[in-house]
């Protein structure tokens, strides 16, 4: 079962499962006039922005996160579809059910992706690609929509074989080929590693991971923080980091990893804002507020920054929050020189929760 403890000479198998344009991919099955038509989700091109484009739109070079007018101007056919949230977290409740077929080991980042460590599984297989395999059969069969899968021995290979052959691919990343794979992998193609930090490394000489592998984990910290020694690492394919299952948790949250680096307040203010509209809903579905509002921030250089302001009563109103969060980040703007990641967190809550309850969006 996958309740087993793993023995210390025994080489996790993991498994990460990537939807393929998941909010795209469940727009034109629930509207089949959609299918094969450029589509992006979100909040259409006079306003907002893009959540997720269709692989139709992709070719045209749409994006996620990219400001709607501009993605019409790519694509001046594009159809824009508002988002329907309470649908998607409905279908990722189906996919996660899938998981729990296999193993009970389920590391959730969205709700399209997440780790599975079947090192030990349910179905008492030992070839995790079999199980890969089986996992994508089984998710097209429930809810009609295709995934991509990564296979290896650690989190960070897992996630970057997910995303070398989609859509609907299957990618397995042995350890005997994770020195050579590493080496000749493009940085931009390095999970953790984003356009700032990607245009930085290059700057330096530092274009494929065997340029990565020549520096010292003393330089790559002097220049890169703390991630440097987490760059060190990971071109060395060591990534010891477990999948970590889900647990009952005191908090309530969601969070934005920023397609690139801001630094300007306003730049970041419009990113609060829809955060805080997403935040407010995520509250108001759970019907769970908190006496504590909590901002994070994390780094260009990977450092995570947080931020509270505490009542002795729940904050039950969206304005009040907007308050919050607003005056957390205005009295933090000096702590940064720009961030890659904002979120949101509730916490000393109504109610304790018994599900994964931070969730990632890419509005």
């Known amino acids: ?192 590693v984003g356009k700032v930090t990607g245009r930085k490394m290059a700057a330096l000489g530092i274009e494929f991971g065997k340029d990565l592998k020549k520096w010292s984990r003393f330089d790559l910290v002097e220049r890169f923080g703390k991630a440097g020694s987490f760059y060190y690492d990971i071109v060395r394919g060591i990534d010891e980091r477990p999948v970590k299952a889900e647990r009952v948790r005191k908090s309530l949250g969601v969070e934005r990893t920023l397609d690139e680096d801001l630094a300007e307040m306003d730049d970041i203010l419009p990113v609060l804002e829809r955060l805080i509209d997403l935040f407010f809903k995520r509250l108001q579905k759970a019907d769970n507020f908190g006496r504590t509002i909590t901002l994070k921030l994390k780094t260009h250089e990977f450092q995570t920054l947080t931020r509270s302001q505490s009542r002795n009563y729940f904050v039950k109103d969206q304005n009040e929050i907007r308050t919050i969060a607003i005056q957390l980040l205005e009295s933090n703007m000096e702590a940064f020189e720009k961030i890659r990641l904002i979120g949101l967190t509730a916490s000393n809550l109504e109610d304790e929760l018994e599900d994964d309850a931070q969730m990632a969006f890419d509005f």
Not at 62 to 89: E, H, N, T, W
Request: net charge positive.
């Open 1 to 192: 079962m996958s309740g087993k403890t793993r023995s210390p000479d025994q080489q996790r198998k993991i498994i990460h499962i990537d939807m393929d344009a998941f909010y795209a991919s469940v727009e034109q099955r629930d509207f089949p006039h959609l299918k094969g038509k450029p589509i992006a989700v979100g909040g259409g091109e006079n306003r907002g922005v893009t959540t997720t484009a269709s692989y139709e739109a992709r070719k045209f070079g749409v994006r996620s996160a990219m400001p709607g007018y501009k993605a019409k101007q790519l694509c001046p056919q594009l159809i824009f579809m508002p988002p329907r949230f309470d649908v998607y977290k409905q279908v990722s409740d189906q996919i996660r059910s899938v998981f729990r077929n296999y193993t009970d080991i389920i590391e959730p980042l969205s709700f399209d992706e997440a780790f599975l460590d079947v090192t030990e599984n349910k179905k008492g297989e030992e070839i995790a690609t079999y199980l890969a395999q089986a996992i994508k059969t089984e998710i097209k069969a429930v809810t009609e929509l295709s995934c991509s899968a990564g296979v290896s021995y650690c989190k960070f290979l897992a996630k970057v074989a997910s995303d070398m052959n989609k859509p609907d691919g299957l990618t397995v990343i042995k350890p005997h080929q994770a020195e050579a794979f590493l080496e000749e992998l493009p940085i931009s193609k390095f999970f953790g």
